[in-house]
């Protein structure tokens, strides 16, 4: 007992002390996966480079974790010093060992059989700070784990699951607090932004993303549908340390599709907003799509970069949006600088001068539906995007599909959907995806790899010269970043609706992703 | 620990409290009026369409537009499958529906598959020679065990068409092409040339069954053309081939293709 301790010792001597200092400075250490995105920029870029274009052909299985679980697997795993944490369906954590991919311990959730979950009861990954793991639960409670053992520090609610809430984001560890948003903008619930004291599950601040009577931004609702106008904050956001500012995108406002009942703009629905991380005080905001009648989330991952925007040298905010579009916003005041669109949309004329959409007429859903591109999955989604500082170069997955948007009649009723309409595909077309690289600057397409369907998984770029992605259809592939061509494939069994990650393990290089009901790691050999 | 005990303690309570999947169901469905009907269909609408689309046909759910759904041949099980959900797979149970709500539903799913026996004026032992014999339809397709593989199976053909479709069908066979019915032709990068329907695709890959029912699995990177049709049958049309009264003999024997032994 006393060798497997010492043993251990040896292998982990750092592990669960993940300080917001080494967070900060992630790109310091590219041997860990600390947040999210890799990093508070939210770039999901890896500085490793033992992995590279000339020899990313020889990438083999290392181990595969099978997850016992039925409900999709769509996390990002962290590592810290060599033991990966994973969450897993509906609301688990494990940690494993990245050089054997074997269990060293996993808290199970016992979840009410009723929670409220749209589309799957899934859970995108976790959050760690010094000795703690964090991850919020599909019956919208944010937990605490000691990183050793998995036991439980606290346990909070952060929201009423049986009123439609449900947490399934991966939570952000900003200082000594953990931010962590809701899901349930199926449901009409109020969406919020909350953040915690990482030591005592104390709640420190509350961001209510719809403002209540008297506040600003109240006159964009219709009488009381700011009650039950969604909202939600469902992926995680970025963080700038330099400004204290958190980056968190909004989701829809509901219900969906039959915007009738909430005329106005709906403030702070499909906005991206900037938050004072010590107070939660809104600092700017920027609507994508003011009174959205398609589900076009704005939950989107935030990318933290730099871009000469008409000779100017300026710090921005990178965001391709579900809308269609992709958009440079101005980090320090949210001001738009640029934009263009992301796929094939139909819905609007192009974006004015302040970023806002100039719609066309006709493309609201109704009774008798709406052919409208993009699809209700929107051009991209919730899976991320990367940018790669060294080509300078921003890849998204981009999805080229229209939806027929049905306008219905919803009564709320607390706990139940509340879409008032529907959708379907568009008879008769094949819809396909791509992985584009994009000048950050312009969201100029610098090159299209074409994917057969349109995807469900984020892309991750190395400084080895290569991206890599998912298929729906199973592919996980890696890409020449510069060229967009195939380096190499791996036909996983399963559908890959996850972002993958890069990490050292015993010094050797790896690659992570989910697919199906399993994790998958690669190395060279 | 204490507070962890706590809380899985009232996750268990609340569970229970909703779970009613060791309630009791009725054999059959009390509420299948037109108007418990009409009642089901807002509720799918706007509950059940944001998966299964408004007309049923699927999508991110399964498609209810079909004669037969497999996992619920009963009123009970369907009544089971609204309430308490598939476990293993996305749909979720309806947990605020009361139970007079939850058969309005499958009253009106039941209706989105189902098509009333049509009267029609041909004899459908005529048209089973037809089928057989002059219209050689074996070929290509299979009525319960027997017949090709290359179109659709007609065993239920007559629960989910109208006899007008079949007929249409018969005439203008490119009219409508059935979904998932994508014709493919590729040559590989040393000429040799196949055709035939597609099995399964992704970005790197393309299965076809040809028409000599041969199966094969191909690297796109070794084609040098690949083209996909959805709108291209090789089923021939009918029409001068078939007097009148021979059509009306083949849909009526279609039409009474129902699965039934």
Known sequence: MKRIVFILLAAWPLAGQVSFERIVRAESEPGNWLTYSGNYSGHRHSPLDQIQAGNVARLKPVWMYQVNALHKLETTPLVVDGIMYLTEPPSNLTALDTRTGRKLWIYRRS???????CCGQVNRGAA????LVFLGTVDAHLVALDARTGLVRWDVKVADYKTGYSITVAPLAVRDKIIVG??????????LLDAYDARTGKRVWRFWTIPSPGEKGSETWDSESWKTGSATTWVTGSFDPETNLVYWGTGNPGPDWNGDVRRGDNLYSDCLLALDADTGKLKWHFQFTPHDVHDWDSVQVPVLAEATIRGER????????????YYVLDRSNGHFLSGRPLARQTWAKGLDDNGRPVLLPGMDPSTEGTKVYPSVAGATN???PSYNPKTNLFYVAVREEGSVYYKGDADYKAGSLFNAGGFKGIPGEEPYGAIRALEPATGAVRWEFRLFSPPWAGVLSTAGGVVFGGTNEGNFLALDASTGKTLWRFQTGGQVISNPISYLSDGKQQVAIAAGNAVLAFGLE | MVRFMAVFAAC?????AQDRSDEPVLERNPFTSAADRARGKQIFLAQCAPCHGPDGNGGRGANLARPRLPRASTDSALFRIIRDGIPGTEMPGAWVLIDREIWQVAAYVQTLGQRAAERISGNARRGEDLFRTKGKCLTCHTVRFTGGRMGPALTEVGRSRSAAFLRRKLLRPDAEIPEGYIFVEAVTRDGSRLSGFRLNEDTYSIQVRDL??????????ELSELRRSSAYTPMPSFDGVFTAAELDDLVAYLISLRGES
Not at chain 1, 111 to 117: G, Q
Not at chain 1, 184 to 191: F, K, L
């Open chain 1, 111 to 117: 979840t009410p059989k009723d929670v409220r979950v």
């Open chain 1, 128 to 131: 760690i700070l010094d000795d």
């Open chain 1, 182 to 191: 809701v899901a349930g903008g199926e449901y009409g619930v109020r969406g």
């Open chain 1, 314 to 325: 300026k710090k921005v905010v990178l965001f391709a949006n579900r809308n269609g579009f």
């Open chain 1, 382 to 384: 919730w899976f991320s």
């Open chain 2, 12 to 16: 268990v309570l609340a569970g229970a």
């Open chain 2, 212 to 221: 000599s029912d041969r199966l094969h699995s191909l690297w796109k990177d």
